[in-house]
């Protein structure tokens, strides 16, 4: 079992910045890639970015590219996403969560085997 515990959320203006932090425990050594997806009102959930947790590959949607950048610190068994340049659209619930055998679909939510319980991003314009 791997738990997760995300943190970081909050309410800023449209440019500001926000550090989303994903502390990990348990069988962490079983983690493979680590994902950012995030879920707004009445839409499906949407993958963000992906960490490679033992190597040093990231890899970020579309939207995000350029404004997002996932890291991770190993000895803390904690992933970040650090979002800059928010804008209104980026409103929603980020998600962590933790793949133990990765199959190469890191945008698939269904890839993922544990997920953190969310922090709320609302970004007001």
């Known amino acids: 079992q791997v738990q997760l515990v995300e943190s970081g959320g909050g309410l800023v203006q449209a440019g500001d910045s926000l550090r989303l932090s994903c502390a990990a425990s348990?069988?962490?050594?079983?983690?493979?890639?680590m994902g950012w997806f995030r879920q707004a009102p009445g839409k499906e959930r949407e993958f963000v970015a992906a960490i490679s947790w033992k190597g040093s590959k990231t890899y970020y949607a579309d939207s995000v590219k350029g404004r997002f950048t996932g890291s991770r610190d190993n000895a803390k068994n904690t992933v970040y996403l650090q979002m800059n340049s928010l804008k209104p659209e980026d409103t929603a619930v980020y998600y962590c969560a933790a793949d133990t055998s990765y199959s190469g679909d890191y945008r698939n939510v269904r890839e993922y085997d544990y997920w953190g319980q969310g922090t709320q991003v609302t970004v007001s314009s």
């Open positions: 348990g069988r962490t050594f079983s983690m493979d890639v």
